[in-house]
């Protein structure tokens, strides 16, 4: 019968300890979903799909009430799921379960960056290389997340939370709240003290803080552009041609803004052209800008046609005669086109009927629209590893032409010494800094050296311009990317960690400030302290006051005292020779000290 008792509380037990382990997992996960809530989530809502204003204030003021809103129902919630009387050691698990989350992915960042730069090093697995070790990284991480696992799961773990609890961390009651008051208010009052000074020192090292984010392993891209990707045949056309639609993107919203600043100058613009502005500025807050800084009746600018547009070609093909009869030089309309057809736009604009600008513009306002919502495109980008195997490839298979190369466009037809003919194909030229691979450029050479031999009987020379072709060197910069172009994938721990961080710092300073007087043993030192304090007999105030002059009278009368002996004394001992001021040897001594 005792057997099957105590066979009954095991199993009892047993049973407990897998549903605390089981509600310290879930609690983890609620507190995780709750902040992804508060901060990403709502930054989306907030910020991209409800498009309000980074620059204005209100729209700040807005978020954080709203953060605030959120995060007060995500806790009535969270509350409500714990109930009234939680598991024992519960909510200490759930904190110490977050905060070993929290640390598992800040060593799992770690060691996958540790494992990324050698495997970046290790150029051998090719390919591959990625592959391994992101299945490593991933390795490591859900190891460290099983064996915490396990780690929550034991008893001892679990009777930590419990003590925890017990010394009062997770409670909001008092112990003894009528006893040792005074010196209980004073030492939180120190608690804060410090606190304050703390956040104080933080927000001067936080002043150009953004958000606490964590760098991805193996997730790195390098930006290419036209300085960094090198002399890469494959990889170059397709940056130069990203960034010419670059160039273009910004040209056409440049231009476009400009157009919408200047019909808002003309008489009568800003309220003809209401309904559309409304739209622009929906779209694009730079048209918002654009409409607070712009001055009804103020002079207008010339206006700047879209690229490839019918007025941009006419105008474009009058602007030469337009500089010529000006007496300005050819060459400023090819060295500066923008500038001329400016200038000869507001030269068009001299006298411009306003209707009719409102009317052009209304027309042309489709166009406008379409260049300002335009995505704007982004700068050719490569994995890190890509870009390392591309310039490894580069440099082992590629050759550089760092001088012309020879051009013969004849097919000469040898005949060779058993009677068969031979059709030797036309050599192609080679411009000083083509890319080509190396197998093609031997096939060349072998081509030219053969043409050279077949040809000496028909008295044929060669140019003069079939000079040497190098192969390109380590230290040559054909190369596709450095590691100042690397960007990485990142997870936000803490956004706008320059208030947010501030904040919960008060926050757990106050906590911390009224839980540690009401700690039971902290507490009845605390008790005994005070009560040490009322069996001191304290001196009246009128006794006070009297005692403070005794004491500044007596330093005062002994400060004339001394100056008066002192300056006594010095005269004394001058005048029996005792004291020499003009003795070297008094000089070599105070020198030496």
Known sequence: ???????????????QQRQLTVSIILGVLYVLGSLGVIFPLLDAVWWTWLGFDRDVG?????RIAVGLAAAGVLAAVGVRLLGREPMRGLRAGILLGFLGFLLILLLTQWLGSTLEGWFYAWTSLGDSAWYA???LTAAIGFGLLAGFGWLISRRGFQNATAGLEDAGWFSSKGYKPNQGQKVRRGTMLGILILAGTGIMALLHSLEAAGNWTLQVPFSGKVELNSKNVGDHPELRPQVVKREEEIGA?????QRALAEVRRVLRLPGGRDALAGEMDQLAAVDKSVRKVMAETQPGSAAEPTLLLAGSRETQLLSAAVADAMGSAGVPSPVLAAQPLAALVWAQDLANKGVNPQTEIAVFKERFEK???????????HESRDRFQVRDANRDLKENYVKITRGGYDDPQKIEVTKPDGSTEVLEPTP??????VIKESEFEKYKQLREKRKVERPGLGIEVPAKDKELAVIQEQDPARTGTTDYVHYTTITLLPHLKYIAPLLLAALGLWFAWRVVNVPSFSDFLIATEAELNKVSWTTKK???????????????????????DVAWSA???????????????KQEQQQW
């Not at 019968?1 to 049973?15: I, L, P």
């Not at 030229?429 to 083509?434: F, I, P």
């Open 429 to 434: 030229e080679l411009k000083a800094g083509d």
């Open 543 to 565: 006794r006070l006051f009297q005692d403070t002059v005794v004491v500044l009278v007596t330093v005062i009368l002994m400060t004339i005292f001394l100056f008066f002996a």
């Open 58 to 62: 209100w729209s700040w003021v807005g």
């Open 572 to 586: 004394l001992l001058k005048g029996i020779g005792v004291l020499r001021p003009g003795d070297q040897s008094a």
């Open 249 to 253: 993107w910004e040209t056409n919203r």
């Open 1 to 15: 019968m005792a057997v099957a008792v105590k066979q009954n509380r095991e199993t009892k037990a047993s049973s």
């Open 133 to 135: 070790g992101v299945g």
């Open 368 to 378: 406008i629209k379409e260049a300002l919502t335009a995505p704007q495109p982004q």
